[in-house]
């Protein structure tokens, strides 16, 4: 379990920044070279190399060589583990909801049985 946290969180750390989450939405469009991918930067190309890199670290690209270009391909398989952490906590979350609207209905009810019976004592 722990292994598969630690994997979540390089996962999740890779996509806290702004622009490898960019390179991740544009790569899920199909593979790109590191030169395609920095592209609409403006930042180096080693820059860009080390933001793939990271991505790599954490599972969610890796690289193959095509004769002379070496695409960047984006490994969805990850996201299956990150699709499965966050439905967990949504439907755990979903479930307070329920309670929640359940209490908030029983809630309404009596006070709603309260104003009824203050209705009829002035009415009587």
Known sequence: MV????????????L??????????????????VSELAAPYDVSLQAVSKHIQVLEEA???????????????LDAEVFDLMTKWIERYRQQAEERYQRLDALLDRM?????????????????
């Open 16 to 33: 806290a920044d702004p622009t490898r989450r960019d390179m991740v939405a544009r790569l899920a469009a199909g593979d790109a070279t």
């Open 59 to 73: 599972g969610l690209v890796s690289r193959s060589r095509d004769a002379q270009r070496r695409p960047v391909h």
């Open 108 to 124: 309404q009810g009596r006070e709603q049985d309260l104003t009824d019976r203050r209705n009829e004592g002035a009415a009587g």
């Open 3 to 14: 292994e598969h946290e630690d994997r979540l969180s390089r996962v999740f750390s890779a």
